[in-house]
Structures are given as structure tokens and as C-alpha cells.
């Protein structure tokens, strides 16, 4: 069972047609069309295109692509702002237009001023847009591999976790190395490049700075990058 995954996006549109272009690359090696591909979440925020990247998934979706696009905890911020409220799991001390969110970006990406009130924002934003935002799932279970964005609670059953815990959790998912009953993809806690650790595989390369944009290919619980030259095998990191 073959699976293609994205890393967190973050408004990156020429690095998410790069790494569409490489999945399409491993598809005409493998002669595998139908094979998902699955977007861990953020779209939006800090990156200069967050219209364009919701756009291209929205389209390819519609046409029938075989895309799955996940909700990031960023995608839950911005759709909150354009509400009049704040995600209530982000710090008490952060707005969504602070500089360390990057919605000021995404709001410019839309027409918007950089300040603009929830109204304004509305305003700016297709209603399909906001729509396809807010109806994202926060998981999608293939095989043996569970894709999430965040991560999960350890030891609770996937019919209990809730879309807090799989947009935003760090601490202790990424602390907890015993197994899980699925290998585990996520992203949300940025690194400089893809890592394997055992049980749970993080995508999120650093693409909102200045990083890569990591596409990868997993068959049952086996991961490769997929590089401008094909498949690197990414393996479990050694204790």
C-alpha cells in the first residue's frame, strides 16, 4: 500500500508545485496514479501565497485528484479570525496577527491590509475558500500509518483524540518513544530536514523558513524522501 505525504506548506506555492512535481516523477516510475497524497496541514501563515497554495488544493480536490489535505493548527487560527475569535488552544499571549503567527501574510495574500479586522478579512476570502478551510479532517488512517498534523495523545484510542491534540500537540507526543498502534506522520514542529524516529515520521522541513518542503513516499512502513533525483530512504534515527 503505497502513500504519498507533504509536509507543513505555509503559504509556499512554488515549493508545493515542486513537490507535486516529484511525486509525479516517482508515479511515472512506479506507474502508480492512484496512490493518495496526503497534506499534513498549514497552509497558511508566514509564507507570501497562502491564497494560491488553499486555491490549488481546492482545485485538484474538485477535479478529482486523489489529494487528502489535513487541518494544521495554523488553518484553524486563520479560519478563527475571519469568525471574530481565537483559537482557544493558541498562547493568551499571541494574537493571530502577532509577527511569530504570519497571518499578516496571509491576509496580504488575499487582498487584505496586514491589519485588517476579522470583517475586512471576511470579506477578502471566496466563502468555497473558508468553506474547504473549516471542513478539513484532523486525521486519515491508511494502512499502517496514521497522518495527523500536530501528533497524538499516547495511549488513547483514535476515536477519543480530539482536533485540539492532533492540530497542536507537541510535548508529550514527541517525547514518547514506545509504540503506537500505526506508524505515525505528522509535521507541526518544524526541524531542517524530514526525521524517522521510530514510531512517528516528522515531514515539517522548516518550508515557512527558508527550508525545503519535504514530499515523501511510504509503502506499509517503509519512508523515502523524494529527492530531484528520485527516493532517499529515510530510516529510524539510532538511539
Avoid at 21 to 50: K, N, Q, W
Avoid at 130 to 145: A, I, K, Y
Avoid at 212 to 226: K, S
Amino acid at each position: 500500500m503505497r502513500t504519498y505525504a507533504i509536509g507543513d506548506i505555509h503559504g509556499q506555492i512554488d515549493l508545493l508545485r515542486a513537490a507535486h512535481a516529484r511525486i509525479e516523477a516517482d508515479r511515472a516510475r512506479t506507474g502508480d496514479a492512484e496512490a493518495p497524497i496526503v497534506h499534513v496541514g498549514d497552509l497558511v501563515d508566514r509564507g507570501p501565497d497562502s491564497r494560491g497554495v488553499v486555491e490549488l488544493l481546492l482545485k485538484g480536490q474538485l477535479a478529482g485528484k486523489p489529494w487528502i489535505v489535513l487541518k494544521g493548527n495554523h488553518d484553524r487560527m486563520f479560519t478563527y479570525y475571519l469568525e471574530g475569535r481565537r483559537d482557544p488552544v493558541l498562547r493568551a499571549d499571541l494574537e493571530y496577527l502577532n509577527p511569530r503567527i504570519g497571518g499578516a501574510e496571509t491576509l496580504l495574500s488575499y487582498g487584505a491590509s496586514s491589519d485588517a479586522t476579522p470583517i475586512e478579512a471576511a470579506a477578502a476570502v471566496p466563502a468555497g475558500h473558508r468553506v474547504f478551510l473549516q471542513d478539513l479532517p484532523s486525521h486519515h488512517l491508511r494502512g499502517e500509518v496514521l497522518f495527523v498534523h500536530a501528533g497524538i495523545a499516547p495511549g488513547v484510542p483514535l476515536e477519543d483524540q480530539t482536533e485540539n491534540t492532533m492540530a497542536w500537540i507537541r510535548a508529550p507526543f514527541l517525547e514518547f518513544t514506545g509504540p503506537h498502534p500505526w506508524l505515525v506522520v505528522h509535521g507541526h514542529t518544524h526541524r531542517p530536514e524530514a526525521e524517522h524516529c521510530g514510531n512517528r515520521v516528522n515531514i515539517d522541513s522548516s518550508a515557512a523558513y527558508g527550508g525545503p518542503l519535504t514530499a515523501v513516499v511510504i509503502e506499509g512502513r517503509d519512508v523515502w524522501v523524494l529527492g530531484p533525483d528520485g527516493r532517499i530512504p529515510l530510516k529510524p534515527q539510532a538511539d
